[in-house]
C-alpha cells in the first residue's frame, strides 16, 4: 500500500490535549513537511503543550478561531495547506450542560467554515485531505451488551454529543455532495498527558495529590473505554496516510471500566506510591449525577485493525501509570492552570447540579 504525503499540514486546536501530543506524535515520527497549528486557546488550549516544539522551523503557530473564516483562509492560502487534521472543538460535556453555546459555535459553525475553505481552495488540488477527529460519543448510550461499530446509527444525547455528530455529518455531506476528501474517526475516551484535570483522570489524579474528595457522579457504575492518547495519535496518522477517503474508522481502546473502579485502581496505584496517605479510597465521594448521563460507551474497532493495520501499544496499566507520573512530575504545569479560574469552574460545576 502507497502511503499518502502531505507538505503542510494544518492542526486545528494543537494546543489542547489531543491535538499536542498529535503534534508531539508528528515530530517523533519525523513528518518531513511543516506543521501549522490554529488555536483560539481557549481555557484548554494552553502554549505550554508545545514548549519544546515552538521553536522548530518546520512548526508555525496562529491564535485564530475557526469561526473566523477570513483568517483561517488566508493562513491555508499562505501555508499551501494540503492536509487539515481536525481536532478543535469545546470538548467537556458538563461544560456544554451548562453553556451549550459555544460548542454550537466551535463545533458546527467552526467545522462548517473549515469545510467551505478547503472546498473552495481545493477545488482544483489534488491529494489532499480533511480528516475529522470525532467521538463515540455521537453513537449514544450501551446497555450492559454490545458495541458502536461505524455504522451505528448517530443518537447523541448531550449538546456536546450532539454538535459533534452535527460536524460529522457536516463532514460527510461534504465528502458526498462535494467529493471533498475526507475521512472521520469516532474514538473512545482519551487519556495521557496534557489533558486539562476537568475529565475524571487527570481531575482525579489532582485531587488525589491534595487529598481532596473524589467526586464519583451517581452510581459510579457507568462504563467507559479508555484510549491511551498515543494510541489515538498512531490511528489517525494511519488513516490519513493509508484510510479510504469517504469512510469513517474508529478507534478504541477495548478497554472499559466502571467509573468506580477505575477510580479505586487510581487509588491503590496512589497507595503504592505514597503509603503514608492510605487508604487514598476513603477520599471517595459519591456526588450528584450528571443530568442524561450516557450509561456505557464500548468500541468495535476492528475495521482500522484490519484495514490499516493499526492496534494498541500501550496496555492500561503501563498508559495509567505512565499518566499518573506525568502529572506528578509536571507541578508548573498544574500550578499554572490552577492559577486561572479552574477552582471557580469546579465549584460551579458541582453546586449547580
Ligand atoms: P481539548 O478541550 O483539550 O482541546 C481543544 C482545543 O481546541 C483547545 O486547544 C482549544 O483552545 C481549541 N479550540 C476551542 N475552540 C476553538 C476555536 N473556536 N477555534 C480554534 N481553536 C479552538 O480537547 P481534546 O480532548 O484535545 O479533544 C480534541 C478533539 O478530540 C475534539 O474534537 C474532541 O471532540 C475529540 N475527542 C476527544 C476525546 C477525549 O477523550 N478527550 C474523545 C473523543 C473525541
Ligand atoms: P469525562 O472525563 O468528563 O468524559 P466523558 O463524559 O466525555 O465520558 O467523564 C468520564 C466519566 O467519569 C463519565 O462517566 C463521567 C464521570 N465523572 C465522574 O464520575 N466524576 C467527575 O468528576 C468527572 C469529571 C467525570
Known sequence: MSKRQFNN?????????IGANFIHYLFKQE?????????????????????????????????????????CKDIILKHNIDCVVHFAAESHVDRSIHGPKDFIYTNIIGTFNLLEICRNLWKDKDNTL??????DEVFGSLGDSGYFFENTPYDPRSPYSASKASSDHLVSAYFHTYELPVTISNCSNNYGAYQFPEKLIPLMILNLQ???????????KNIRDWLYV???????????????????????????????????????????LFPDNSPHNK???????????????????????????????????????????????????????????????????????
Open 9 to 17: 499540514i494544518l492542526i486545528t486546536g494543537g494546543s489542547g490535549f
Open 31 to 71: 513528518f518531513q513537511g511543516n506543521v501549522i497549528n490554529i488555536d483560539k486557546l481557549t481555557y484548554a488550549g494552553n502554549p505550554e503543550n508545545l514548549k519544546d516544539i515552538e521553536k522548530k522551523s518546520k512548526y508555525f503557530f496562529y491564535q485564530a478561531d475557526i469561526c473566523d473564516y477570513d483568517k
Open 130 to 135: 480533511f480528516h475529522h477527529i470525532s467521538t
Open 210 to 220: 491534595e487529598g481532596e474528595n473524589l467526586p464519583v457522579y451517581g452510581d459510579g
Open 230 to 272: 498515543e494510541d489515538h495519535c498512531s490511528g489517525i496518522y494511519s488513516i490519513i496516510q493509508n484510510g479510504n477517503v469517504g469512510e469513517t474508522y474508529n478507534i478504541g481502546g477495548e478497554n472499559e471500566w466502571e467509573n468506580i473502579k477505575l477510580v479505586n485502581k487510581m487509588c491503590s496505584i496512589m497507595d503504592e
Open 283 to 353: 477520599l471517595i465521594t459519591y456526588v450528584k449525577d450528571r443530568p442524561g448521563h450516557d450509561r456505557r460507551y464500548a468500541i468495535n474497532c476492528n475495521k482500522i485493525k484490519d484495514e490499516l493495520g493499526w492496534k494498541q501499544s500501550v496496555d492500561f496499566e503501563t498508559g495509567l501509570r505512565k499518566t499518573i507520573n506525568w502529572y506528578l512530575s509536571n507541578t508548573n504545569w498544574i500550578n499554572n492552570i490552577k492559577s486561572g479560574t479552574y477552582k471557580n469552574w469546579l465549584q460551579k460545576n458541582y453546586e449547580s447540579r
